[in-house]
């Protein structure tokens, strides 16, 4: 279903006073795109089969960053409209996120932060903090379901969450008929979910170049969610790369986002994340819907 031509024409119609926005923004890279269609999987040959082997294994290797904090950029396109806002997101792995949506003063308009099971949104034009929980209906209105919010951080670092999914097998793949027939593709298979992913890994530098979340309701193998990574860099000065932009698509919603990354300024876990976001004592709480 097409949700977010009537979240825009909702946000547009309130002056930007309506809730649901920062969770969209905290979620957007999750749902705007149209489905890529999934070729059918074309075997490989055993020498083939060592290099795909030898490459997963050096993603799995390769030093991974756990925590951000940085100036983000989010552009969106879709035929209801485009637009930019510019934020600051700051996560930690295993499953904290936060979004600060920044004004052109480069003040808060709003906070939305959550543990992967709770979620607090904090209003700062209308002085109303709301709280809920990722099963509440805001949250399910605007994350496809293939998303589980714990997999929030690690997706949006360029990684593959940890835990839940197996490696089924690897194979050659057409994507949309973009010409990377010949890539190595990896199927996994949710452990505790029916859930599967394509992932396409870039051979040089062992990062992940296109995540695909199947659309396990469709016949025809249709990408509900793929996100397309590209400008890794050092993060931080650290050892672990983080990508620079990444593109999002999906059968959720028409249209395409992408996220960028600005400016780091740090990729060491704060305590400050570990705890929900302060909400000032004059605002007034209300339950997230």
């Not at 925590?67 to 983000?72: N, S």
């Not at 959550?114 to 209003?123: F, P, Q, R």
């Not at 919010?149 to 097998?169: C, H, M, N």
């Not at 396990?216 to 249709?222: L, S």
Request: hydrophobic letters at 40%; glycine letters at 10%; aromatic letters at 10%.
């Amino acid at each position: 279903m097409n949700l977010w031509p009537a979240f825009w024409r909702s946000w547009r119609s309130r002056c930007c006073r309506c809730y649901h926005w920062p969770l969209l923004l905290l979620c957007s890279w999750l749902l705007w795109g149209c489905g890529a269609k999934i070729g059918p999987l074309e075997p490989l040959t055993l020498p083939e089969q060592s290099r795909a082997a030898a490459l997963f294994q050096a993603y799995q290797e390769r030093p991974k960053v756990v925590a951000l904090d940085a100036d983000v950029q989010l552009n969106w396109n879709f035929f209801a409209g485009r637009g930019m806002v510019e934020g600051i997101l700051q996560l930690q792995q295993p499953s904290r996120l936060r979004l600060s949506v920044l004004d052109p003063l480069g003040r808060a308009l709003l906070v939305a932060a959550t543990d992967g099971s709770e979620v607090t949104v904090i209003d700062s034009r209308s002085g109303i903090a709301y709280l809920g929980s990722v099963d509440s209906e805001s949250w399910q209105r605007y994350v496809p379901e293939v998303i589980a919010a714990t997999e929030l951080s690690y997706l949006l670092a360029g990684q593959l969450p940890p835990d839940g999914y197996a490696l089924a097998e690897v194979g050659r793949i057409g994507v949309g008929g973009d010409g990377e027939v010949g890539e190595f593709w990896y199927r996994l298979r949710g452990v505790d979910r029916d859930q599967t992913l394509l992932v396409q890994l870039d051979s040089d530098q062992a990062t992940i170049r296109r995540c695909l979340f199947l659309d396990m309701d469709q016949d025809d193998q249709e990408a509900a969610v793929e996100l397309s990574y590209s400008d890794y860099a050092t993060a931080g000065g650290g050892q672990g790369l983080w990508p620079g932009r990444i593109r999002l698509s999906g059968s959720a919603v028409g249209g395409t986002v992408e996220l960028r990354l600005v400016q780091v300024f740090s990729v060491q876990p704060r305590d400050a994340l570990a705890r929900p976001p302060q909400i000032p004592p004059s605002y007034r709480l209300e339950p997230l819907p």
